[in-house]
């Protein structure tokens, strides 16, 4: 079991090995989603949901020619095409959703790590829930939900309904919604999905009603005080596949955290895994964004220590063995 106080910060990466695509993936989906004179996804807007070509256009060129990273970081700062934007995100990741990715040969099945620390000497739901961790994500998808319910069904024996509540134990955040709410089945009113690849009117406006679009200058949210609240609770940290998006660091607060001189505050450990990140990129990581190299506490010991060699999701919890403890 997982004993200290653990959160996980996740980012796209981190749903990579289980379908997903990357936030640079994603950008380039929905660019590339308005080619042609009569693209598919074009014809399926408009005819459920009444976005015309032009609308449609104006936003895929838009955030083409923004040149932003992210979609999230575009519609911070371009509210006005939230909705088709929201409409897009879902219509390209509801089709992701494949439970039957989860018994194939992960290479970076870092979900089958954490599942098996989080029941080690855990030999019931009451046991199970004395994990101390919290995670926050920045992705849309459910695949982490889905994974752990069927886990919990399987390892323990219990129903459905048991084992979504005991989800609750892990206090799963999404930073900007999700793909609707997590459920067995669908209640498309209540705008909860059950884990599914299936592209209908109902399922994608579900989809999107739950995605959440935050303001660029609107860093006050509950989800970030929330956030706020777990780094200082934290005495380790994990940020894996997470892209150290300026807006997204400046929104959770870290840096003002740990600059804040209060020592209890500060977590005992951060990690992060760095894949496709160079030594140069890490350290402007640890200097621009962090504003800190070099940490120690009071002991002597190293609070900051995230590697500056590429390290994919499950090389990063195996090489921080004692993270998981």
Same mark, same amino acid.
């Given at each position: 079991?997982?004993?200290?106080?653990?959160?996980?910060?996740?980012?796209?990466?981190?749903?990579?090995?289980?379908?997903?695509?990357?936030?640079?993936?994603?950008?380039?989906?929905?660019?590339?989603?308005?080619?042609?004179? *009569?693209?598919? /996804?074009?014809? +399926?807007?408009?005819?459920? =949901?009444? $976005? !015309?070509?032009? %609308?449609? @256009?104006?936003?895929?060129?838009?955030?083409?020619?923004?040149?932003?990273?992210?979609?999230?970081?575009?519609?911070?700062?371009?509210?006005?095409?939230?909705?088709?934007?929201?409409?897009?995100?879902?219509?390209?990741?509801?089709?992701?959703?494949?439970?039957?990715?989860?018994?194939?040969?992960?290479?970076?099945?870092?979900?089958?790590?954490?599942?098996?620390?989080?029941?080690?000497?855990?030999?019931?739901?009451?046991?199970?829930?004395?994990?101390?961790?919290?995670?926050?994500?920045?992705?849309?998808?459910?695949?982490? *939900?889905?994974? /752990?319910?069927? +886990?919990?069904?399987?390892? =323990?024996? $219990? !129903?459905?309904? %048991?084992? @979504?509540?005991?989800?609750?134990?892990?206090?799963?955040?999404?930073?900007?919604?999700?793909?609707?709410?997590?459920?067995?089945?669908?209640?498309?009113?209540?705008?909860?999905?059950?884990?599914?690849?299936?592209?209908?009117?109902?399922?994608?406006?579900?989809?999107?009603?739950?995605?959440?679009?935050?303001?660029?200058?609107?860093?006050?949210?509950?989800?970030?005080?929330?956030?706020?609240?777990?780094?200082?609770?934290?005495?380790?940290?994990?940020?894996?596949?997470?892209?150290?998006?300026?807006?997204?660091?400046?929104?959770?607060?870290?840096?003002?955290?740990?600059?804040?001189?209060? =020592?209890?505050?500060?977590?005992?450990?951060?990690?992060?895994?760095?894949?496709?990140?160079?030594?140069?990129?890490?350290?402007?990581?640890?200097?621009?964004?962090?504003?800190?190299?070099?940490?120690?506490?009071?002991?002597?010991?190293?609070?900051?220590?995230?590697?500056?060699?590429?390290?994919?999701?499950?090389?990063?919890?195996?090489?921080?063995?004692?993270?998981?403890?």
């Amino acid at each position: 079991m997982i004993t200290k106080p653990t959160l996980f910060i996740l980012g796209a990466g981190a749903s990579i090995p289980y379908g997903f695509p990357s936030g640079a993936a994603l950008r380039r989906q929905i660019c590339e989603a308005a080619v042609g004179s *009569e693209p598919p /996804l074009a014809l +399926a807007l408009e005819k459920y =949901f009444g $976005v !015309s070509w032009p %609308e449609f @256009i104006d936003f895929a060129e838009s955030f083409k020619l923004s040149r932003t990273a992210s979609i999230d970081s575009f519609l911070s700062r371009r509210p006005e095409f939230s909705r088709i934007g929201k409409l897009f995100i879902a219509s390209l990741l509801v089709p992701k959703e494949d439970k039957e990715i989860f018994n194939l040969n992960i290479q970076d099945d870092w979900y089958f790590a954490l599942w098996n620390c989080l029941i080690s000497n855990a030999h019931s739901l009451k046991q199970l829930k004395k994990n101390n961790i919290q995670i926050f994500t920045f992705n849309y998808d459910r695949s982490l *939900e889905v994974y /752990l319910h069927g +886990a919990i069904i399987n390892t =323990f024996n $219990v !129903s459905e309904e %048991e084992a @979504i509540e005991a989800l609750s134990y892990f206090e799963i955040q999404h930073v900007y919604g999700s793909l609707g709410v997590y459920g067995m089945t669908d209640d498309f009113p209540m705008n909860t999905r059950a884990y599914s690849n299936h592209w209908n009117m109902h399922s994608i406006q579900a989809a999107a009603s739950t995605l959440r679009v935050i303001p660029e200058a609107r860093d006050d949210d509950a989800i970030f005080n929330k956030a706020k609240d777990a780094f200082r609770w934290a005495h380790n940290v994990c940020f894996l596949g997470f892209g150290f998006d300026p807006l997204n660091v400046q929104r959770l607060g870290f840096r003002e955290l740990i600059h804040s001189g209060h =020592f209890n505050s500060l977590p005992y450990k951060v990690v992060a895994s760095t894949l496709d990140k160079t030594p140069a990129e890490v350290e402007m990581i640890h200097e621009a964004i962090l504003g800190v190299t070099d940490f120690h506490d009071q002991q002597g010991r190293l609070c900051l220590d995230w590697s500056t060699y590429d390290s994919e999701n499950l090389s990063t919890l195996r090489r921080f063995a004692w993270l998981l403890q």
